[in-house]
């Protein structure tokens, strides 16, 4: 059945585990055409090698999100491969919580450069295609973090609470250009994002926390709502969570 979703250029980041390789997985089954990208490229070329065998759309680019030339790369190559741009996935993240009395900041440093600047370079790689296709649509993700802080989490919440006011400052900016803004902002959901923590006794904690997680496909299904919805409707948030988490 098309959804909506069918031939659409999806451009991820982040899609080597997680939230963006369940996504990249949903879409291309929805027949979406793909444009991944993630650091640790043997694992995007595996995927990619496995949705292609399923028939899918897909080219793999090694992105780091810190850097706005290669986040360029990743969306030119899609334009190149695909002739436009409909959708960018903005997801890349880490979450290397712990009180800032422990003054980590190297920590504090890449959630800034990876959960704030990536997001920010994203936008900056599509946005001139967009406004020249005069449609388009950014979906960048927060978190439940981005609603609320807890003892732990401060450079994490800041992060998600910035990744929401650039949405929603975005969406005023580009419906113009008839391009669409989604901020989504999930709960606890199984993915490897607690292995980012770098602290072993905040590790401990935060895996007990994931003990009520919920599959990464939750996410990619509320991706491909808002995706699916008549062009001139726009999803703008979206917050989930397990029905068992605070
Ligand atoms: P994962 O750790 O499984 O995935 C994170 C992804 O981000 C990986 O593909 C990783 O790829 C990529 N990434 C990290 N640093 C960089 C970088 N510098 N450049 C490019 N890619 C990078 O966690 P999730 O799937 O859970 O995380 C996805 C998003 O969801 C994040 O923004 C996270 O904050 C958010 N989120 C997740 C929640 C959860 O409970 N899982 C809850 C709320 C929000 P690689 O290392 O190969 O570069």
């Known amino acids: 059945m098309d959804m909506g979703i069918r031939d659409k250029v999806v451009v991820i980041t982040g899609a080597s585990s997680g ?21 640790r490229f043997e694992r995007l070329d595996a ?5 292609k065998n399923y028939g899918g759309n897909i080219i793999a680019v090694k992105t780091d999100v810190t850097d706005a030339q290669q986040v ?6 899609a334009v190149k491969i695909y002739g436009r741009i409909d959708v960018l996935l903005n997801n890349a993240g880490v979450m290397p919580h712990s009180p800032l009395e422990r003054r980590k900041l190297d920590d504090w440093n890449r959630m800034i450069d990876v959960n704030l600047r990536g997001v920010l370079h994203g936008i900056a790689a599509v946005l001139p295609y967009m406004q020249q296709q005069m449609s388009g649509h950014i979906i960048n ?21 910035a990744v929401r ?12 250009y008839n391009i669409r803004t989604t901020v989504i902002s999930p709960g606890i959901v199984a993915t490897e994002l607690p292995d980012s923590v770098t602290e072993p006794d905040i590790a401990e904690n935060v895996r007990r926390m994931y003990e009520i997680a919920i599959p990464a496909d939750a996410f990619a299904r509320m991706v491909a709502f808002a995706i699916s919805q008549p062009e001139d409707v726009d999803v703008n948030e979206i917050l989930f969570r397990p029905t068992a988490q605070e």
């Open 19 to 39: 939230l963006g390789e369940a996504t990249a997985r949903h879409l291309a089954q929805a027949g979406a055409r793909l444009a991944i990208g993630a650091r």
């Open 47 to 51: 995927i990619e090698q496995e949705l």
């Open 72 to 77: 360029q790369r990743l969306v030119d190559d």
């Open 141 to 161: 993700v927060s978190s439940v973090a981005g609603h609320k802080v807890r003892p732990g989490s401060t450079v994490y919440a800041a992060t998600k609470h």
């Open 165 to 176: 006011v650039i949405s929603e400052g975005l969406r005023q900016e580009v419906k113009p």
